[in-house]
């Protein structure tokens, strides 16, 4: 019998490798004893906004060099930070908040890795997806992730058309100044019966989760607060909770 391949444990970063690391989505104790010891020692740390990332280097007591990488400049600077990677560098990629490159930047920088033959390790972490999910009550056996919607109400409503009779869960990003708006047109293009999941500053202090009905979820939407960030499920058409 052969035997099974050995799994790299080690906590130190080795040169030339990028480190895709997730990070807390609102509670600082979900970094994983793992994603702390690679940001510590890494030689770089590309990110999406560096006062943020900064911020949270901090509370944990570490100094980085910082390097911004966001939707503005990820061409260009996916080609520099893999030249670095190339010559030797570490390098570890964050987003805001939770797993780089699932609606926010990293698709960029690992996809250049990937076609230089570069070393790709994910430090696993929270995604706000994947805990909405599991949290939510509607069915995981299969979903389709598609982000953010775009801003204008006619493609929104063209989307739920589309998926209307959609076999497994639809799973989105909704920003505050939509949310309202996208659960409304949910119940008047899906029907005020569909079950839908609304959940709002996951695993932050003010965590709420709103599950039933759209239009049950459309009006207790309007009694509660509207800021931070939401987490959108749609359920198939015949889900009863």
Known sequence: MSEAPA???????QPGHLYVVATPIGNLADLTDRARAILGAVDLVACEDTRTTGGLLTRLGLRKDLVAY??????????????QLAAGKSIAVVSDAGTPGLSDPGFRLVRECRRRGLPVIPVPGPS?????LSASGLPTNGFLFVGFLPSKSAARIAFCERYRDFDYTLALYESCHRIEKAVAEIVATLGPTRVICVAREVTKLHETF?????ADVEARLAKGSLKGEFVLLIAPKDFVL
């Not at 799994?7 to 970063?13: A, E, M, Q």
């Not at 706000?128 to 909405?132: E, F, I, N, R």
């Not at 709103?210 to 759209?214: H, K, N, R, S, Y």
């Open 70 to 83: 966001h939707e503005h400049n990820e061409l260009e600077t996916a080609v520099r930070l893999a030249d």
């Open 210 to 214: 709103l599950v039933g009905p759209a």
């Open 7 to 13: 799994i790299n444990t080690s906590l130190t970063p």
């Open 128 to 132: 706000a997806l994947t805990v909405v």
